[in-house]
Nanobody
Framework: DVQLQASGGGRVQAGGSLTLSCTVS???????IGWFRQAPGKLREDVSC????????YYPDSVKGRFTFSSDNAKNTMYLQMNSLKPEDTAVYYC??????????????WGQGTLVTVSS
């Protein structure tokens, strides 16, 4: 069974950086993997999705150029490096299996998220 668990959240001042980690268990070689976030009272928002076929990563405009996805297959861990953080990045972040549908991205197999709070 595939399980993903995010960690590494915390409080940071605007303009700062934070790196989230995600430990992965189960076979995910054929899956796209990525991150999404959800702020209180708001809809889920895409953060990244990396294709298993070509390794390309999708980033929405809201994080493009500031956030970077990476992975260490030997450690079964993936990361989200977040730079130039803004208060609007405050949310609970989840790592998950992702897939692209015609209407956008869907996510599966996410575990407990990790809270990122960016203060102004």
């Amino acid at each position: 069974d595939v399980q993903l668990q995010a960690s590494g959240g915390g409080r940071v001042q605007a303009g700062g950086s934070l790196t989230l980690s995600c430990t992965v268990s189960g076979f995910i070689d054929d899956y796209a993997i990525g991150w999404f976030r959800q702020a209180p009272g708001k809809l889920r928002e895409d953060v990244s999705c990396t294709s298993s076929s070509d390794g390309r990563t999708y980033y929405p405009d809201s994080v493009k150029g500031r956030f970077t996805f990476s992975s260490d297959n030997a450690k079964n861990t993936m990361y989200l490096q977040m730079n130039s953080l803004k208060p609007e990045d405050t949310a609970v972040y989840y790592c998950a299996v992702c897939r692209h549908e015609y209407y956008g991205y869907e996510y599966d197999h996410w575990g407990q998220g990790t809270l990122v709070t960016v203060s102004s």
